[in-house]
């Protein structure tokens, strides 16, 4: 059989859309956390100094009040740092995190510690992949 040369060629197969969409988000997601340190770099140039920070975000509010919250929250932001550069846990420490969570009445944050669990195992980041893990 021989072809004409108007013979129409197949496009080529679309990406499939999960796939699609999990690069997609990944790159939104990128450029996001772009912008959150443009952000911070700003809002600390402003202010001169991090522990002047938390006055920032709220200038009309009782000033102790503000401080009191930032030094909770500080130690918090440096678990999560370490834990973003360096993920050691395990999906049985995370199974324990979210039963710890929904069994004191906090389905809100054992809905985040799962999914973060599912979709940023700490093994995707050696390999440079985010594919949600398919065994949670």
Not at 27 to 55: F, K, N, S, W, Y
């Amino acid at each position: 059989m021989t072809t004409t040369p108007d013979a129409i060629t197949p496009a080529p197969a679309a990406p499939v859309p999960a796939a699609a969409d999990r690069e997609l988000a990944d790159m939104c997601q990128t450029a996001g956390d772009h912008l959150a340190g443009l952000i911070a770099q700003g809002m600390l140039h402003t202010v001169g100094r991090p522990d002047r920070l938390p006055e920032l975000l709220w200038p009309d509010a009782d000033p102790e009040l503000v401080r009191a919250i930032w030094e909770r929250a500080l130690p918090v932001g440096v678990v999560v740092g370490k834990s973003l550069a360096r993920p050691r846990w395990t999906p049985e420490g995370f199974d324990r995190l979210r039963t710890a969570l929904r069994e004191a009445g906090y389905q809100g944050m054992a809905r985040h510690a799962d999914r973060t669990a599912r979709l940023h195992h700490p093994a995707d980041h050696e390999h440079g992949t985010t594919r949600p893990r398919d065994n949670q």
